[in-house]
Each structure stands twice: as C-alpha cells, then as structure tokens.
C-alpha cells in the first residue's frame, strides 16, 4: 500500500503524502508569502476550503500565482 498520491499540477506529474489537504498542497507548492488561487477537478477551491479539501489519488490541480502590477 502506498503512503503516497499521484497528481497532475498545472500538466506536471507530482506526489505529496496521502491524506494531504489543498492547504498542504499549497504550504509545499507556493512560493513563501505568495497567494495563490487552486482548481481542483475544473472546480475553484476557495481559500476558507484549504483546510478541509483532502486531495485524492488522481486529481488535477491547476495553480496559479498572483502577480502585483499594473
């Protein structure tokens, strides 16, 4: 039995430990202090989610990182 989950983040093959959140995911993917929005499965996960949306074997997140500017 794996100890691990397969994903698809942003077209790229990667694994985090089973029972990991969308906040986990984004603790390690995120550069420190960036926001970040996340799609899981075509769906926007919002940021008051993070917390309580486990990732699963599968799934596909699309991430994207905020710039400032104008």
């Not at 077209?11 to 390690?28: E, R």
């Not at 309580?52 to 997140?61: H, K, M, R, S, Y």
């Amino acid at each position: 039995m794996a100890d691990t989950l397969s994903l698809t983040v942003n077209g790229q093959s990667m694994t985090l430990p089973l029972a990991s959140t969308v906040a986990d995911f984004v603790t390690v993917y995120a550069p420190a202090g960036r926001r970040v929005a996340v799609e899981r499965n075509g769906e926007i996960v919002p940021k008051s989610q993070h917390t309580q949306t486990p990732l699963a074997e599968g799934d596909c997140l699309e991430v994207v990182v905020a710039v400032g500017g104008g």
